[in-house]
Structure formats: C-alpha cells, structure tokens
C-alpha cells in the first residue's frame, strides 16, 4: 500500500510566493474608486493597508521572496502534512486515489494563518500599531489575533454575530492571543449602530464586519485593516499550500487530475490550486480546479461577474467579482468563513475564463460527507472544508461509475473542533 502520510522537512519548505497575475494573458481588472467608479493608484489604499501589502496587490513579478522572520514562524506548523485518505478510498469502494492536505495543524486551525503572519509582519515593519479585521467563522480572527501577538500589535476583531454566539469557543482563543472580540454589528462603530438600529434581529455578514472594521482602521492613528480572503496579497501568501503539495506528490510520483477547495473570498482555494493552475497557463498540465460553496451563499454559481463593493457600508474600492450583491445577508449557516457575498477577483477571473469550474451543496450533504470524513480518517472537519470533502466524494463516487483511477487533492483548510454545536445540530437535524 502506498504510504498514507507524505512529509517535507523544513528545508523543503517554499522561499517564494507564486503570483499568478505575473501569467494571466490579459491584466486583471483594477480596483475603481466608490465616489468616482475610476480606477484607483496605490496611495488610495494607505489609509488602510500598509505600503509594503499594496505593492504585492499590484505586483506582477511572478515569485515574490518570504522574509525570513515570516519563515521562522511558518517553521512552527510547515510543511504541512499531506495524506492519502486509503480508509475513505476502502468505505467508497473507488478506484481513485484521494489526498488532502491538512492545513488544521496551524496553532490557530487553519490555513488563515499563512497570511496573518506575514501581514503582521508587513504591519510591524511599517510602525503599525494596532490591527482592525472580520472574521465569520473565527478562524481569521484566531489567525490574525495569534499573528499580532506575535509582533506585539493591537488586534480588535469584529466577528459576525450569528458565529460569534455560534462559536463561543473561538472568541476565547482569540482572546487568549490578545484579540478584543466583538460581535458585528456591533456599537462600537457608527455604521454598526445604525445597522442595529434598522435590523436589530440581523445575524451579521462578512460585508457589515468589513464595514466596521474599515470605519475603525480610518478613524485611528496608527491602525490599519487587515482582510483574511478576496485580496489578490492574500492569494499569494496562500500559495505555499499549493508549492508544498506538488513537491510531496513528486515523492510518490502522482500529479492530481482534480483539485479542490472550498470557496468564500476564495483563501484556501487559491492557495491549493494557483501552482497546478499555473501548470495549465503554461500548457504542461490540466487538471480540473473545483471551488465548492454553500449553496446558502452561491457567489460564483449564482452571483453575477460585475464590479462591486467588498463590503456593505460602501467604504471599500469596488473590484471586478462574482457577487450576490453587497447587501446581501447570507442565512447563519454554520461554515460562516463562506458567508461572504463575493469572491476573490483572481478566482472569479479564473472562472468567468473557464479555469475553475463551481459547484455548491446544501448543508445535510456536506455534513453527510464530514462525518464519513471523520470515521475514516479520524479528522473532525471545519464546516468550511467539509464542502471540498463533500465533493471530492463525489467526484471519487463517478470514479467508482466509470472505472476511472483519477487522482483527488482537497484542501483540508482547517480542523472542527470549535464547531460541535454545528455537528449537534447535525445529529439533531436542526440544521437550516
């Protein structure tokens, strides 16, 4: 039997983050001004992120060096581990070979952490004091309040209130890292007020915690924001899951025929998928690239491809994305890290073009395929990550109806054991 855990060892680790603007055959949109709609330079966006992250926004050089203060960190959980899932392979009777790789091994639980670390760093190299973010879920606030803990920053956390009370158990390690953590909307800010004041029963979106965070960040000296998906410099750092995994499928001498992510902002997708997507820029390979989302929040699927704000207050540059509309409030699903109204401008460009293709489940399917997920391989998945199981199922179950012997990579973007409410309801089948 092949072996079931492929490991690199720290001198494998990439050096480099993959930029794939550097190979897209016509420039990606620009990102446009609210009040003007035209295009806007890089000091637009000084109020709200550092000179250093709006440069690798609009770099187009291909390979951009990691520093070595953000590798001695990354030292601390990479190289991840990547595994052949033979015991799902064995329950499904499939002819294909699976794989995943285990991003839940991070301190915070996921692959958030790749780029929280390093937007720290850029924060603190540029006198950066004090952090403002969202998170849905919690584990981008968990990533980035361990991230400004580490290079001693303020981090204040506005984290979507259907999650926030969801997911108790979030809030307490963001607080454990030094995270202040409120519930969006929330009344600290004026446009959180004013949301509270029309919809005072509202589970919160990703597009309102975005709104306060960015109203914060501009309203402080020495603040900055910090987003955790959908920017193209957050594509980037998320490319060291990619580069890692085709060099331990080089061990065991396979190439994936289908890769797979689940797909919010588009973070972890990106970051599985950019390496092998380059591969097919290039003409050397062509495997299939699958985004998987809540069918409760079908941006790509059912959104439209059009320029749109990244948040619900209007305070953001509008970018070129599928989206369902800034103000749209997702249900309170439990895979609150997908309940964002739009995707990456990089994904969305890779899919109008035909690079990535979408797809999108209900919730009963996907935490069908967890559960199996977790009686085989033992791993408790996210709700997040348990889409990209749910399909990778799939696609090895037509494997099973054709003969077919295809290689699956997933990305297993992040562990589920703050979400055994979710799971609860699950068994209860009280889910929405």
């Known amino acids: 039997m092949e072996q079931t855990k492929i490991i690199l060892d720290e001198n494998e680790m990439p050096k480099q983050w993959y930029n794939v603007l550097s190979d897209f055959s016509s420039p990606i949109e620009p990102p446009l001004d609210p009040r003007t709609w035209e295009p806007i330079g890089p000091e637009a966006l000084e109020p709200i992120f550092p000179k250093s992250l709006i440069k690798q926004e609009m ?143 509202t589970p919160g979106s990703l597009g309102i915690a975005i709104s306060e965070a960015v109203e914060d960040a501009i309203e402080h000296d020495s603040t900055k924001y910090s987003l955790g998906s959908v920017l193209n410099h957050v594509m980037l750092h998320q490319t060291v899951i990619g580069a890692e995994c085709k060099k331990q499928l080089e061990k065991v001498d396979t190439y994936p025929d289908i890769v797979i992510g689940c797909c919010g902002g588009g973070s972890n997708l990106a970051g599985v998928s950019l390496e092998f997507i380059k591969d097919r820029l290039e003409g050397k390979r062509n495997p299939r690239v699958i985004a998987v989302e809540p069918s409760a929040c079908p941006s790509l699927t059912e959104g439209e491809y059009r320029y749109d704000f990244g948040d619900t207050a209007e305070m953001t540059p509008l970018l070129k994305m599928y989206t369902l509309d800034h103000k749209y409030v997702p249900p309170a699903i439990h895979a609150g890290g997908l309940r964002y109204h739009g995707a990456s401008p990089i994904i969305s460009k890779l899919c109008a073009e035909g690079l990535i293709e979408a797809v999108s489940y209900d919730q009963y399917p996907v935490f069908d395929a967890a559960v199996q997920f977790a009686r085989t391989e033992g791993i408790v998945p996210a709700p997040e990550s348990s889409h990209a199981i749910r399909c990778a199922i799939d696609e090895a179950l037509k494997c099973k109806q054709t003969g077919e012997e295809k290689t699956i990579l997933f990305n297993l973007s992040g562990h589920g054991h703050f979400d055994m409410s979710s799971y609860d309801k699950y068994f209860n089948k009280e889910l929405v």
């Open 59 to 201: 770099s187009s050089e291909r390979f951009i060096d990691i520093p070595d203060e953000i590798l001695e960190i990354y030292r601390l959980w990479r190289p991840s581990p990547l595994y052949r899932a033979h015991r799902l392979e064995k329950l499904l009777k499939t002819p294909a070979k699976i794989y995943y790789k285990n991003e839940g091994v991070s301190p915070a639980g996921s692959h958030k952490t790749n780029t929280s670390i390093a937007q720290a760093y850029y924060n603190m190299k540029e006198g950066t004091e004090r952090i403002t973010t969202e998170t849905g879920a919690g584990q981008w606030g968990s990533a980035l309040s361990l991230a400004c803990n580490y290079f001693d920053l303020e981090c204040k956390v506005y984290m979507v209130r259907s999650s926030y009370y969801q997911k108790p158990y979030r809030k307490s390690m963001m607080t454990i890292w030094g995270g202040n953590v409120v519930p969006s909307p929330s009344e600290d800010t004026e446009f959180g007020r004013q949301t509270l004041k029309e919809q005072p029963e």
